[in-house]
């Protein structure tokens, strides 16, 4: 199965950026970053940011309008609303760290929007990482299971499309 396989490889991506993520707020810790650490910083969590907006957004916008709505017709919604309900919240909690990121680019961090940073870089990294592991154990086997040789091929088709589509 191709899909399983994307999505799968697609995990793996989205956990080492998530540990990216939370290996930058261990090694800066609780201090604000200040002007000798700041290009430092923001050089790694451009790139950062750019992951959670582009791979991050594509794999949760392909499972919401491409392979959810395939499973739900083969008699497995729940799974898909399952998992739709965790994204609300990987989505406000990437969201929030992309506004303040894009805000200390440009002025720099304050030692407020440090903590809350801080704060929601461990939240996002915690709660994908755990999705992650939730849609490996119990998504893929399913996808595996349920999709046809031709629905696979839609499938994989539809994750190459909206792989890099913006937007957590």
Known sequence: MQTAHLLHDEHVEIE????????????QGLACPGEADRDAVMSKLSEIIAGIQTLLGGHLNFEE???FPRLAA?????????LTAEHEP?????D?????A????????TAESWRRFHRL??????????????????LLPLVEELLSADDDMELASAHA????KTGP
Do not use: P, Y
Request: charged share 35%.
């Open 161 to 164: 499309k909206s792989r890099f």
């Open 74 to 82: 083969n008699g497995e919604a729940d799974m898909g609303e399952l």
């Open 96 to 100: 929030s760290i992309t506004e303040i």
């Open 16 to 27: 080492a950026l998530m540990k990216r993520l939370h290996g930058l707020v261990r090694q």
């Open 90 to 94: 990987i989505r406000e909690a990437a």
């Open 102 to 109: 894009r805000t200390a680019r440009d002025e720099g961090f």
């Open 121 to 138: 870089a461990f939240e996002l990294a915690d709660r994908v990482i755990c999705h992650a592991e939730k849609e490996e154990m119990a």
């Open 65 to 67: 309008e491409h392979l």
